[in-house]
């Protein structure tokens, strides 16, 4: 059973003075949707290696954490921050090699019928689009504290939310064509 | 498709499954954070000794350069350099020795 709130801010406490074993059940705690929100972010094959380095970098910044947000939306804005940085430096990679632009993270491959076409859905989205839908209808954040994992105003946020529903519901009403 | 249908079917989709936590990836973690934790303390441990010996032998080499200026040392030294180099090498040796805490390497 993850910690609530308060246990978080406890095992926080604990692991910014050192305390490894507070930080491994914070750990425990977090990953199942940190690394979730990272697979539909980044697609499955790099979700784990940004939920790694986002939890060496949530360590390695314990001691500055104020606990004025919550430890789960502190740690989403980190793992989120990890993916942006991620696709600068492809970015900046593929403008030098002259690579053709990625156009979203590789799903693996799913059951025929409609999940698959929602999953194909999702990819056709901007990431920051399918970030903000995954955080407000999967992860349950209000718009709000999705807004400051992304650091998007509120309004952009919310607006991102809608268009990003409208263009899967678009997507699966023509078919996936 | 309806909105409930289509509601459910994101739903679906995107909201984490339950599952208990992933044993694995939270020793990988545990790992890594370790690595990170041997290498800050390495780094500063070397840092520390450093420093220590930097102050150490700039402390020897001034107190030598100031007692260098007085009379009789000059006198000393005007009349066999070569001899008052070797001591002065032999003494900043010996501090440097001593700060370090090998005073085996002198036998």
Redo the contacts between chains.
Sequence with gaps: M?PGPDGDALLCRRAAA?D?AA??RL???H???L???LA?VAGRELA?EL??EA??KA??ALPTFRGDARFSSWLCAIGWRCFVDLKRRERSEQRRRDAAAATGPEHEPSPPG??ID??RA?ARLDPVERAA??LC???GWSHTEAAGILRLPLGTLKGMVRRA?QK??DY??SDGR | ?NESD??A?????????E?P??RA??A???S???Q??WFREWRARILRELSGEVLGLASVVGALAFAARAPGVREAIGGAPELAGTAVLLLILLAWLLIRGKPDALA
Excluded: N, T, Y
């Excluded at chain 2, 079917?9 to 499954?17: A, D, N, S, Y």
């Design positions: 993850p050192g490894r930080f491994s750990v425990e705690g990953e199942r949707k690394r979730a929100f539909h784990d939920a790694q939890f060496l360590w390695q409609e999940r929602l999953s999702l839908l995954v209808e999967g992860h529903k899967c519901r699966l009403e | 498709m289509f509601e079917l994101l739903r679906q989709e995107i909201v984490p499954p599952r936590p992933d990836f939270v990988r973690i545990d890594a954070v370790a990170e934790a």
